[in-house]
């Protein structure tokens, strides 16, 4: 499968914009540059798996980038996580109990 490199460009730039951060701050957490941010949001540079791990959790989009990952829709994985992760705690507390 081939990935769509503007798709995941266009997530890095709403992760990077919704935690509040400039393409300058960005560049500079991945140790990079501007340019090379930019590149990554075009869809024009293809984003390897450590940095895109960190761009995740430098914007906290953890849950939205595995969402990515995965190839869900992340209204979707979330409706699934706040689904199942209550049933998981509830079930491991009882288990303990």
């Not at 560049?27 to 791990?53: C, P």
């Not at 994985?77 to 079930?91: E, K, R, S, Y």
């Amino acid at each position: 499968m081939v990935a769509d490199f503007m798709k995941v460009g266009k997530m890095l730039k709403k992760f990077r914009v919704s935690a509040n951060i400039t393409q300058e701050e960005m560049a500079e957490h991945l140790d990079s540059t501007q340019s090379a941010v930019s590149k990554l949001e075009s869809g024009s540079k293809t984003i390897d798996i450590f940095t895109f791990a960190t761009w995740m959790k430098i914007t906290n989009s953890e849950v939205a980038g595995a969402a990515l990952l995965f190839g869900m829709e992340t209204a979707n994985a979330v409706t699934q996580l706040i689904q199942t992760v209550p049933m998981f705690i509830g079930g491991f507390f009882s288990w303990i109990l």
